[in-house]
């Protein structure tokens, strides 16, 4: 019985990919399979039909058993036209099955695909693929006689017809996909009759010699919904205001691939949570200082081009000793780079990317699962140490989705503001050098605070030198003191004798965890730690490295995190890494090192 | 207890150049925190970068001295956090019109619920003497050694393009005309521009001279009173403006046109306003130019009220018994 399948769908941005994924995703979580996925799509809104370059792209993975990332190579591969076949067909596997759209391989398709008139891609196909030809427009616009819409309004259920037919052949049950239709559609029929009509079809006819039955495998109890890292993070950020029980700013500037945090927070209303969409980068980390003066926390997020706007202002907060987090969604740089296409390399950036010494707290979140909870523990560090901290997440996570326990509010972490009435000093330290945070409505309690260089305890300007050199050493010594709140070292995997150890970080984590699961079933023994603390790092994590003979860093850059950990350890380490701006497979992970 | 300026001096030593027009400002602010009866637990100084941006430091109130034209969105913050905080925003010409220029624009677009006090002083004094954004043409300064060629912006007219809902202006050598308008740039619900002119002896001295000394100021200045005929000239008013088919004209007072001819200040007519700030000439008008109701920004803008269980299940759910 197989135990899991990868599908790849691809079309034109403007066919409904995403949408159609994202269907299957909720039916498959909600019939017990575990699910994970990988979105590729053009940065463009809407890229010329039907050209190679305005492909979209949609991958994901059924499992029967739990699973950490959403596969290599496709095992089906469904293809609305021949730009989309063009620009995938390396990624199914030989034997592997092509579902084609049928009109999208006519004259005008190939045309707009710039391919020859007389290309025949399915001959081509049918040597390397199994191939299915669906005549996908024809059924939709026969399902849809009675409705009357124009012939392009009813082209666009043409993904739902396909949904009916990917549901019939994973053994997805029919009830459930037809409840969210309902749900999403409200009422309106079309979308609802073309995917009937797509199961109907693959039920009835031509489909059963490709019908891969997945075993349920046994779900754990519990709450669920589907989340991707955007919406993972604005609940995270609900779940820390409520804990924090005072008013929290989220203030961002639209960017790609951060903003879905923005429109989640902006439709979610969650209770203490104000949204400002603000007029820049600039504006966005500086108004949530703001807040974070008042008493509120201000939170702010970005990708790559705004990471590097917000500096200054993350220096201003290091300097004024204020809780902030801002939640970095890294995509290709530099510059406007791959602005939806993946990277870990905004990481140099994070930890040292400011004037001045301005250590801060740098966490990673590995899934958008986990972002949840990352996000969390960011907003209790800042509040807890006054200080900001960036959250790296990246634009795979930020897109991808997998089905979430909803978690008990009770068993949420708790956060617990420093000392916040009159009668300290501005810069007071408490033993863990956390300075009280006083809000401006306090009796008594007014101050001043600033970018200039304070006293030691009064905050009042002081440039004198030895007062400076002990605040830039009281600022980062109270940064190191935020490892307090992590919770012990995880190791992910731990193999007898192993005497070489794999470090990783941030969205590498399903690949990572799934090369190295294989190379310790096939006898090669590798232990892995999967970073969420890039600084400070996990107290334990250096006596840890120390009892290995090798030490494997994996990350989607150009060595960063290795880099600076030879320069901290003063050791050397093994770097594997790429900036394709895709994530990495467990298959390429394979080849790339032994 | 009745609380004097003196409560709102803070105990850091002041460290403007001595003769600074910023000494003046800060003693009619802090007078008009007392006689308005200000609640220094509650009131907010916010600062970006410049000789000005050091005031928060000197006042005993909340305060924060942020960064380089980013007082406007600091503010925002605050007031979205907490609108029942009396914030004020201290700014300079380079701080809010050239690096900050963006900050300001949309704070006044939102009508964000804040006093901005822009000292103009047509120079770049901390970093000791370049041109700014509202030096003169030919200014002389040093990086301008062969004069300026940069057409300067003015800060009322920008300001009224902006949608600012109270424009005004002033100067530090009128303390009982700085001390009225910063008591109503106080009582504004919006965003109240205030130019004040500010004197810097040390790198542009005397710039303002024609309208602040009280040899010449009664020749170029206009001050102007809603619902008053817009003269100067003195006790005894010389001169008056005319509204003559849609624009300003300089009429000397006379059995032909007297002050019932002149044009009556009304400051919540926007397009005449514009008129008045366009007056950049010798004649230059002080006072409110401005003033109209708007929703303020931060009552538009509430926290989310749904509890944290409904956010956390929003949306479709499942759930395995």
Not at chain 1, 30 to 58: C, H, K, M, N
Not at chain 1, 438 to 463: D, F, K, M, N
Not at chain 2, 17 to 26: A, E, H, M, Q, V
Not at chain 2, 140 to 154: A, E, I, M, Q, Y
Request: charged share 20%.
């Amino acid at each position: 019985m197989e135990r899991n399948v990868v599908v790849l769908l691809a079309g034109d941005s403007g066919d409904g990919i995403q949408l159609l994924g994202g269907q299957i995703v909720r039916a498959a979580a909600q019939s017990g399979r575990d699910v994970r996925t990988l979105s590729d799509f053009p940065a463009e809104i809407r890229a010329p039909q039907g050209t190679v370059s305005g492909v979209s792209g949609f991958q994901f993975r059924l499992a029967a058993d739990s699973i950490h990332d959403p596969g290599a190579r496709a095992d089906c591969f469904v293809a609305f036209n021949a730009a989309a076949y063009t620009k995938y067909a390396s990624q199914l596997k030989p034997g592997g099955l092509l579902l084609a759209a049928s009109e999208g391989f006519d004259a005008r398709s190939l045309a707009l695909a710039k391919l020859p008139a007389d290309a025949d891609l399915l001959a081509e196909a049918r040597a390397q693929f199994r191939v299915l030809e669906v005549p996908v427009k024809d059924l939709t616009l026969g399902a849809l006689n009675e409705v009357s819409l124009g012939q392009r309004d009813k082209m666009r259920a043409r993904n739902m017809l396909v949904l009916g037919i990917l549901t019939w052949m994973y053994g997805m049950p029919t009830e459930v996909v037809e409840t969210e239709l309902h749900a999403v559609f409200r009422g309106d029929e079309t979308n609802i009759l073309a995917y009937k009509a797509g199961f109907n079809f693959a039920e009835t006819l031509e489909v059963q010699d490709y019908r891969v039955a997945l075993d349920r495998h046994d779900p754990e109890r519990g709450t669920f919904k589907t989340i991707n890292g955007s919406q993972a993070v604005a609940l995270g950020l609900a779940a820390a205001a409520h804990q924090l029980g005072r008013p929290m700013l989220y203030s961002s500037y639209p960017i790609t691939p951060a903003s879905d945090i923005l429109h989640e927070l902006a439709k979610l209303q969650p209770e203490h949570v104000t949204v400002l969409q603000a007029e820049d980068e600039i504006a966005a980390v500086t108004s949530a200082l703001g807040a974070s003066f008042a008493g509120g926390l201000g939170v702010t997020a970005s990708s790559g081009p705004g990471l590097s706007l917000k500096a200054e202002g993350l220096g201003l907060a290091v300097m004024t000793e204020l809780p902030l987090v801002l939640i970095d969604v890294q995509r290709g740089g530099p510059s406007t780079g791959l602005p939806t296409k993946t990277e870990q390399s905004d990481l140099s950036q994070a930890l040292h990317g400011r004037h001045g010494e301005a250590p801060l707290p740098v966490l990673a979140a590995r899934t958008a699962a986990d972002a949840f909870d990352t996000v969390l523990l960011a907003a209790k560090i800042a509040v807890e140490c006054m200080t900001p901290v960036i959250l790296l997440s990246d634009a795979y996570i930020a897109g991808s989705a997998q089905p979430w326990r909803i978690p008990e509010i009770d068993a949420l972490p708790s956060i617990t503001p420093p000392r916040g009435t009159a009668g300290e000093e501005a810069y007071a330290r408490d033993a863990q050098g956390v300075r009280p945070w006083v809000a401006p409505g306090t009796p008594g309690g007014a101050h001043r605070i600033g970018g200039l260089e304070g006293e030691e305890g009064s905050g009042r300007i002081s440039y004198d030198p030895a007062n400076h050199q002990a605040m830039v050493r009281e600022r980062a010594a109270k940064v190191d003191a935020a490892a307090r709140l992590y919770g012990p070292l995880e190791i992910v995997q731990c193999c007898p004798e192993a005497d070489t150890l794999v470090l990783a970080w941030g969205s590498t984590y399903g690949a990572v965890r799934s090369d190295v699961e294989r190379r310790a079933a096939q006898g090669q023994n590798v232990d892995y730690i999967h970073l969420r603390h890039l600084h400070p790092l996990h107290p334990d994590l250096k006596p840890m490295v120390d009892r290995y003979r090798r030490v494997v860093v994996i990350e989607m850059n150009e060595g960063q995190l290795a880099h600076h950990l030879q320069g901290l350890w003063a050791r050397p380490v093994e770097s594997v890494c790429k900036t394709t701006g895709q994530p990495f497979t467990t298959e390429e992970l394979a080849e790339l090192w032994n | 207890m009745e609380l004097t300026a003196k409560n709102f001096q803070s105990a850091e030593e002041v460290r403007w150049c001595p003769g600074c027009g910023d000494y003046s400002i800060l003693k009619q602010f802090t007078e008009v925190l007392a006689s308005t009866g200000a609640d220094p637990d509650r009131t907010v100084v916010v600062s970006g970068i410049g000789c000005s941006s050091r005031l928060p430091y000197y006042v005993d109130s909340y305060g924060i001295h942020s960064l380089h034209g980013r007082a406007p969105a600091v503010a925002t913050g605050i007031k979205l956090a907490n609108p029942d905080l009396d914030v004020w925003i201290i700014t300079g010409d380079g701080d809010a019109l050239s690096i900050g220029g963006n900050h300001l624009i949309h704070a006044l677009r939102r009508n964000l619920n804040v006093p901005i006090l822009l000292f103009n002083n047509e120079i770049y004094g901390l970093t000791k003497g370049q041109f700014s954004p509202t030096s003169r043409e030919g200014q002389v300064t040093k990086s301008t050694p062969r004069g300026s060629v940069d057409h300067p912006l003015n800060p009322l007219t920008l300001a009224l393009g902006a949608g600012a809902t109270w424009v005004a202006r002033s100067m530090d050598r009128s303390p009982a005309h700085l001390r009225d308008l910063l008591a109503q740039s106080q009582a504004h619900q919006g965003s109240a521009l205030l130019e004040i002119y500010q004197n810097c002896n040390v790198f542009h001295d005397g710039a303002f001279e024609a309208w602040t000394d009280k040899a010449t100021q009664a020749l170029h200045a206009v001050f102007l009173e809603a619902g008053k005929p817009i003269a100067w000239g003195g006790t005894e008013p010389t001169h008056a403006l005319a509204w003559n088919a849609g624009q300003p004209e300089v009429r000397a007072l006379s059995r032909d046109f007297s002050l019932a001819d002149a044009w009556i200040h009304d400051p919540s007519d926007r397009l005449k306003a514009f008129a008045l700030a366009e007056l950049e000439g010798e004649l230059r008008p002080f006072g409110l130019l401005y003033a109209a109701k708007r929703p303020v920004f931060a009552a538009g803008q509430p926290a989310g009220t749904r509890p944290l269980r409904e956010v956390l299940h929003s949306g479709r759910t499942w759930t395995v018994e």
